[in-house]
């Protein structure tokens, strides 16, 4: 049974790897000459897009939050409604992130959430993280949407500061992605 398992968690990544899937996000990489399709409900102050290919996950833009002293509540939001497919296998979020501050470590807190449409419920909780004292290289997130198939869903990045900190904090985010995987990404005669 281990193996029969193992064997169907490889074709679907070989799947994946292989076929051609619906890229959900747009600007995902913050590459354009604006931030649409992303939203700023609330102020946009702190928040930037920033061209610097040395400090970009890839490319040369990207998404920066925090850079304002706190309090910062509400919070900062960037947010991108997407619509995940009703026939839509697999679905994946991923993104990249890295922090770096001289704010007091534990005062300044990003979050990575799922929000309904019309953002009156949260749906999930995909990473919280709190400052540190110094910086981290990128790292990567990744979660599994499949269970949201159908609904018209926020990718909701939102950033919060005790008062007197956050103006030495930069959260990063680049290349954010949203592959949706249906039975039309697949090729005829495909016997996986």
Avoid: C, K
Wanted: hydrophobic share 45%; net charge negative; charged share 5%.
């Amino acid at each position: 049974m281990r193996s029969r398992v193992l064997l169907v968690a490889v074709a679907v990544l070989l799947v994946r790897a292989a076929f051609g899937a619906t890229q959900l996000i747009s600007n995902g990489g913050f590459e354009g000459t604006s931030f649409s399709p992303w939203m700023f409900p609330g102020t946009q102050t702190g928040i930037q897009v920033v061209t610097d290919s040395s400090r970009a996950h890839s490319g040369l833009n990207f998404l920066t939050m925090g850079n304002l002293n706190g309090p910062i509540n509400p919070p900062q939001v960037v947010l991108q409604t997407i619509l995940i497919p009703s026939n839509a296998l697999s679905v994946t979020l991923n993104y990249y992130w890295n922090v770096s501050s001289t704010d007091s470590a534990g005062t300044v807190q990003f979050q990575t959430l799922i929000v309904n449409s019309n953002q009156t419920q949260l749906l999930a909780t995909i990473d919280s993280q709190l400052n540190i004292l110094g910086s981290l290289p990128y790292q990567q997130n990744s979660f599994n949407l499949t269970s949201l198939t159908g609904q018209m869903v926020n990718i909701y990045f939102q950033l919060t500061a005790a008062n007197g900190s956050g103006a030495n904090t930069s959260f990063r985010i680049d290349d954010v992605s949203v592959l949706a995987l249906t039975a039309a990404d697949l090729p005829a005669n495909d016997y996986f």
